[in-house]
């Protein structure tokens, strides 16, 4: 018999980046009681991982839990971007109702439409929050429209339709229930969860089920299941049975050994959960995200939806140029393996691949952050290798044509760079779908484009726009090849020889292109030092002193002035790198450098290459 367990509820916050979710949840935790009077809390104390709190996104799914009324609400705080938009997939199943945040200055963006989308069709309860009533130029009220607009055109039903409105600002620890009258705490916003959200449904009698959302890791403890108990309720001790709706041949018997649940940022050891709890459960060393833990008597798994396919891949390459071992701790193909599989672990919508060379391994992901994100990572770890460009992963359809991925892009530009944008993005294979003016001397663009277009493409769109254009991508699924794109138009300026740059050498190069190294920086031939305007490659010797002779000087260098070099982001060099260059990453410096290092064997390879074409 099913029963509403009415002292709980679970609520994820879901919106795009940037729109304030881990911001509301540090408030709502504030406001709570979590933290004492007097003690020092970080902003965005969410935000865990130092990429996090450096980007300002979130990247993993956090779980949290606040008492307001004598009631626990578990929350989850889950990502923003495209990339991580399977974590927001998999949270879903976890919760009851969800907290739709919208910026009240941006309006409705891609990815509200996205995580919108996948709450109405489980079905859930949506409370809208504008958050950022205090920011200038906000208008809550024109965003109330675009936010019910949207529900329409996703297809709400009428009870959805009927959802509670609450203005915020997170920042400031305010909501009011009216855009005009200033709030004065989160009040409002508690109270409409409590009234909206239903509580959990289950029968406390019927035989265990848990299903497992979202993996965690901990060094001391290994893997950490989170999940929802839907019915009966899990004990330490109890012997369980693991299956999988997605997998009808996953039976395997296991014992709960640590049973956890969620108390402000901190988890609490529990003996029992009963039903609606959100739990953590360890000490099960492959347990995975859409597993079911179950009475052994009545093994049934709880459906779930499969988790998304990546759609763009890279190589990890043991790096192998002259400067290879001097910086980096964790240079091997063993140790470069061992903690890519690590990441496994977690990340789900990761795939490992080796390939015939046990020095490189195919790494696939959901985008070029997602990818870029586990390299920052790992560099910071102290680990070194080289990566190759991200290229997209191709499909066949059943009559063997091949099919790539396409994304919508949405794209907001001041109107003088509009053209350009538009020009730039066809040359991609970009398709227009719609143009429209927003508030601010802005457009809208809204693009059907290869996902493969969009690699590399958002260094020169920040330059066509000069910092001020905003680029918003989702996933649209898998389409007819597009045909052939050029990735780059510029040619590369590359090291002749190893050994140091100097000031002579580099200012006789400068004036074939823009710079990558400044005076003092090592290199290495086949090493790329800069861009060349051109789209040839040409070999620059940056090595090169002047000739002393009785009338001049080595000190007259001192007179000679360089520009100031270019320093890429790791974003950049990999938007840079050709299909023929690697990025060599070590945990002090990004090196681009030619895959063939001698010259010779490298135009030979050249010669090759256009003769098949």
Known sequence: MKEQVSNIRNVAIIAHVDHGKTTLVDCLLRQSGVFRENQEVAERVMDSNDIERERGITILSKNTAVTYKDTKINIVDTPGHADFGGEVERILKMVNGVVLLVDAFEGVMPQTKFVLMKALSLKLPVIACINKIDRPGARPKEVVDEVLELFINLGADDEQLDCPFVYASAKEGVASLDPDVPGTDMKPLFDTILDYIPAPEGDPEAPTQVLISTIDYNEYVGRIGVGKVDNGSVKVNQEALIVNHHNPDRREKVKISKLYEFDGLSKVDVTEAGVGSIVAISGIADLKIGDTLCSPDAPN??????????????????????????????????????????????????????????????????????????????????????????????????????????????????????????????????????????????????????????????????????????????????????????????????????????????????????????????????????????????????????????????????????VPPVILSLEQALDFIDTDELLEVTPKSLRIRKRILDPTLRKRAGFAAKAKK
């Not at 996902?451 to 989702?474: A, C, E, H, Q, V």
């Not at 074939?512 to 800069?530: E, H």
């Open 301 to 562: 798994a709880i459906p779930f939806q499969k988790i998304s396919e990546p759609t763009i891949s890279m190589n990890f390459i043991v790096n192998d140029s002259p400067l290879a071992g001097q910086e980096g701790k964790y240079v091997t193909s063993r140790h470069i393996k061992d903690r890519l599989y690590k990441e496994l672990n977690t990340d789900v919508s990761l795939r490992i691949e080796d390939t015939d060379s046990t020095d490189t391994f195919k790494v696939s992901g959901r985008g070029e952050l997602h990818l870029s994100v586990l390299i920052e990572n790992m560099r910071r770890e102290g680990y070194e290798f080289a990566v190759s460009k991200a290229e997209v992963i191709y499909k066949k359809d059943e009559n063997g044509k091949t099919l790539e991925p396409m994304e919508t892009a949405y794209i907001d530009v001041p109107d003088e760079f509009s053209g350009t944008v538009i020009a730039s993005l066809s040359e991609r294979k970009g398709e227009l779908l719609n143009m429209s003016s927003i508030s601010g001397g802005y457009t809208r663009l809204e693009f059907n484009i290869p996902s493969r277009g969009l690699i590399g493409f958002r260094g020169p769109f920040m330059t066509d726009t000069k910092g001020n254009g905003i680029i918003n991508t989702t996933f649209n699924g898998y389409g007819p090849y597009k045909g052939d794109i050029s990735y780059r138009k510029t040619g590369s300026l590359i090291a002749f020889e190893a050994g140091e740059a100097v000031t002579y050498g580099l200012f006789n190069a400068q004036e074939r292109g823009s710079l990558f190294i400044g005076p003092g920086t090592k290199v290495y031939s086949g090493m790329v030092i800069g861009s060349n305007p051109k789209s040839d490659d040409i070999e620059v010797n940056v090595c090169k002193t002047k000739h002393l002779t009785n009338t001049r000087t080595s000190s007259s260098d001192e007179a000679l002035r360089l």
